[in-house]
């Protein structure tokens, strides 16, 4: 089976195309994280928590460099999530921000629609590899509707999703709460809901 491949996109080298960002989440993983939702994915799952990730088209473009320092401006976070959209679409910038962000301490987790074994394999996309050398937790498999769990104790949102620990070091650290839900307001007036049951939803206060 061939990897389906997205549109082309236009992202300059060294820059990444983002569809958002905070600091200070404690719903995205273990501890006090940034999240960078990325632009773009090719999948469109029904019920697709941020249907708005899906276009290519170009958002929030940022230097690697610069959200390196964002990132590591805030004393407060201690890891890093990336989520999307599709992470793996962009995984060779990615990569090069996760090892800034591990070189000062920072763990790096992940959520893709990719399983494990499709990331592996010789067709996965550009840099896959080398971020998941990165990556000190994974959460792999598409989100399936018909396979939600809809429960607080969970670490995923559907079945057939997986928590794939892939630094020893945090086996023990699988500690996010699934019931959660964070609001946080934007300079802007904008707001982004995130957590289990919401979705990241920029709109006006």
């Known amino acids: 089976m061939v990897m389906p491949t997205p549109s082309p996109t236009s992202i300059p080298t060294g820059f990444l195309n983002l569809m958002g960002y905070v600091d200070e989440s404690q ?3 273990p501890g006090t994280r940034a999240v960078v ?3 773009g994915c090719t999948r469109e799952c029904p019920g697709c928590f941020n249907p708005q990730s899906w276009s290519f088209d170009t958002n929030q473009l940022i230097s690697i460099d610069e959200l390196a320092d964002k990132i590591l401006s805030n004393s407060r976070n201690t890891g890093v999530t990336f989520s999307g959209g599709e992470p793996f679409w962009q995984a060779e910038a990615l990569a090069q921000l996760a090892r800034k962000l591990k070189a000062q301490g920072l763990n790096i987790m ?3 629609g990719f399983t494990l074994e499709e990331l592996q394999r010789e067709d ?3 840099g896959s590899q080398d971020l998941l050398q ?3 937790l994974l959460v792999d498999g598409p989100y399936v509707e ?5 429960a607080p104790n969970s670490l995923v949102s559907s079945k057939n999703q997986r928590v794939r620990v892939l630094n020893p070091a945090f086996q023990g ?6 019931d959660q839900i964070e609001v946080h307001i934007l300079k802007d007036g904008s707001r982004i809901i995130t ?3 919401g979705s990241l939803d920029a709109v006006d206060c």
């Open 27 to 29: 719903v995205n993983g």
């Open 37 to 39: 939702w990325v632009q």
């Open 110 to 112: 992940s959520f893709t």
């Open 124 to 126: 996965a996309p550009a």
């Open 134 to 136: 990165q990556l000190d």
């Open 146 to 150: 018909s396979l939600a769990i809809n």
């Open 173 to 178: 650290e699988l500690t996010w709460a699934s």
């Open 195 to 197: 957590g289990f049951w």
